[in-house]
């Protein structure tokens, strides 16, 4: 009998800053044949129009009114994705330290919310119809974005590793000390948790990874093993089907 063929499949890779979301979302999708989307970047992009449009970032009214003019357009190449607003290519001003004090509170306007979680899904069903399927990253998918998602991991770390992971990854005037950086992120894991509108939560059915003490390689490895088990299960269960209608 012919095996099944594995379907599309989308993985929801949520958790807090500094669990090593990005680089193991990236990785998991390139060794897959995935495609890679990075929910925060568009967050942060949007965030960085805002700055640079002169709205008022301290002003939820402000944002809601502001929120439907610029063009994100995210690429979804787990070997080189692009993040551009405008047509402008926003890689590296969405991850200076202002952006990084600002997007939270713009991520928590539900206007901004409804119309990024609206360009996200949309992507992920295209995903799912051209090609593999795609890797999901941010603090939402698994709850909100993308509910009815096959895998959900939800990834932890220690305040003290994460802030040594984030500290690591500033350079020049914007490196920060351990102290400072934990400070930040407990300060946003806070604002992200609290928010009223798709908080970061642990979804019920996400597997929890605690990479504390894990290399990348080894959650890597992890959560590339859940998804071919999941895959397995997809290709059995639509082998059973074909062979019960004989």
């Known amino acids: 009998m012919e095996t099944a063929a594995p379907a599309a499949v989308i993985v929801a890779i949520d958790g807090p800053s500094g669990t090593g979301k990005s680089s193991t979302s990236k990785a998991v999708a390139a060794k897959l044949g995935l495609?890679?989307?990075?929910?925060?970047?568009?967050?942060?992009?949007?965030?960085?129009?805002?700055?640079?449009n002169g709205v008022d970032t301290?002003?939820?009214h402000a944002i809601a009114v502001a929120a439907g003019k610029p063009s994100i357009v995210s690429g979804t190449d787990p070997a080189a994705p692009t993040i551009t607003v405008d047509g402008l290519d926003a890689a590296g001003p969405v991850r200076t330290q202002e952006v990084t004090s600002k997007v939270s509170a713009v991520s928590a306007v539900p206007e901004v919310r409804t119309l990024i979680t609206e360009l996200q899904r949309s992507i992920a069903a295209q995903a799912a119809a051209e090609a593999d399927g795609i890797v999901v990253e941010g603090r939402d998918i698994g709850t909100t974005v993308l509910p009815d998602a096959d895998l959900k991991i939800f990834l932890t770390a220690s305040a003290e590793v994460r802030a040594a992971r984030r500290s690591g990854e500033l350079r020049g005037k914007e490196a920060a000390d351990l102290a400072a950086t934990k400070a930040a992120l407990i300060k946003r894991d806070a604002a992200d948790s609290g928010r009223k509108t798709s908080p970061l939560a642990k979804a019920g059915d996400a597997v929890e990874v605690d990479t504390t003490e894990l290399t990348l390689e080894?959650?890597?490895?992890?959560?590339?093993?859940?998804?071919?088990?999941?895959?397995?299960?997809?290709?059995?269960?639509?082998?059973?089907?074909?062979?019960?209608?004989?």
Request: net charge negative; hydrophobic share 35%.
């Open 35 to 52: 495609r890679y989307l990075d929910t925060g970047a568009q967050y942060r992009a949007i965030t960085w129009w805002m700055i640079s």
């Open 58 to 60: 301290d002003d939820p």
């Open 218 to 246: 080894q959650v890597i490895e992890c959560i590339v093993t859940l998804v071919e088990e999941r895959r397995s299960r997809d290709a059995a269960e639509i082998d059973e089907k074909r062979a019960g209608r004989k």
